[in-house]
């Protein structure tokens, strides 16, 4: 598997859900947000749980491109 990124996902009426998934998982959620052929709901598989995720409500997604860091 491949390193694990965290990953924002915001939805309209203001809820966001993080969580840690692959930038292959990124990329897919991202190009199913753009492809107008794309079903309405979209599968994700992250670190601990599985998402189903309604693209329409989508507002938002950040990925941190940071490598991991300790201290201040």
């Keep these: 598997m491949s390193q694990l990124a965290r990953m924002d996902i915001g939805f309209q009426g203001g809820q966001v859900v993080a969580l840690r998934a692959t930038p292959e998982a990124h990329d897919e959620l991202v190009k199913a947000l753009t492809d107008d052929g794309a079903t309405r709901w979209h599968g994700l598989e992250a670190?601990?749980?599985?998402?189903r995720i309604?693209?329409?409500q989508v507002v938002y997604v950040r990925r941190e491109t940071e490598g991991q860091r300790v201290g201040f």
């Design 47 to 51: 670190e601990d749980s599985q998402y």
């Design 54 to 56: 309604d693209l329409a």
